[in-house]
């Protein structure tokens, strides 16, 4: 019997959560039933460990990803849009793969999927919901018409995108879905707080350094634990984005935070290191995963690694599936900079082992990669029967 042959199709490459998720993903798959091929549009991490898998990897720069927003859609689509006119070459890679399933890694693929369906492609197609910036708008409503028409199964990493979907105009009574957390592998080894490998509260951030994930907000948390005098660590590990101001400057985010923190004097509380391939390793270093976002979504990437290495998280928000209030770590309600240096002044060395191992028992029963490998499994399975 033949393996069923899957096409990928990733935004990224390797720096951002959906890729490392995808990564996982494929990793988990029995590759004696099924045969993963992937198309990156970037040469990075993820790329190149499904390389040294031996997972077929392409790199197609013009993959396009265009994701409906809460605001500035009009902006958005006059920048990416272009970028459609010169996919031809995309969709004829596609095409000639033949696969029996198409597995598109983001909701912002669809317009890619449109134009394969113009030129006669069709095949079975799995859509995965990873966005949490997506807004439930005219646009979302447009990509939902098409979804409910063409897509055979929609996957969402968590409740908060299957709800956007339904508010969007998804017809999820329709549509096949399933709610699925992303994997990570993890800890078998409990972090023992008992024995800190410092004197001082070691705080990691782990995400994009951009207006969006909340590293602006460390440097004003930082300020104010410095006047508080309170002795701590923040370790600030993520990707750069460049940016322009006035539309001329052209700007480099990870150099523009360097410079406020050196100009606020806050180089013994917070230093900003950049992009990490081994947030794995950082995480064992720190005792607690701090998670400011300004989207309020206190769930993703960083905190399913974090729980998954027995590390409590810090954020804020109202899901609480992952984080758990003084269980799993620090839920508060909404993002205030007193509030979180409050939370961080008091909290002590024996709640961080009650929650490290918390973190464990919730990573082993929603993270789990075995559980995950079947389910995905029997979902490529029910579309080719």
Known sequence: MSRIKILYIDKEGGQGGSSKSLYNLISSLNLKKIEPIVFCKLKGSTYLKLKEKGIKCQIIPSICSIVPLPKKNLRNWFVHGPKLFFINDLLKKIIDVKPDILHLNYEGLIPIH?????????????????????????IYKIYANHINKNIDHLIFITENEWNIAKKGGILLNKVPNSIMYNTANISKIKKNYNKPASKYLRVIFLGILDKNKGAKRLIELAYVLKTWNIKLK?????????????????????????????NKNLEKIITFFGYTNEPEEKLANSDILIRPSVLNDPWGRDTIEALSNGIPVITHGQYDKFVKNNFTGILLPK???????????NINRKELNAWSQNALDLAIKNFNTRKYSKKITNIYLSLLN
């Open 114 to 138: 449109y134009f394969l369906l113009k030129k006669n492609f069709k095949v079975k197609t799995v859509l995965h919901f990873r966005s949490s910036i997506a807004s439930p708008n005219f």
């Open 234 to 262: 923040i370790d600030v590990y993520g990707r750069t984005v460049q940016y322009r101001e006035w539309f001329i400057l052209k700007k480099n985010s990870l150099e523009e935070f360097r410079k406020k923190v050196k």
């Open 335 to 345: 993002w205030n900079v007193y509030d979180y240096a409050r939370s961080i002044k």
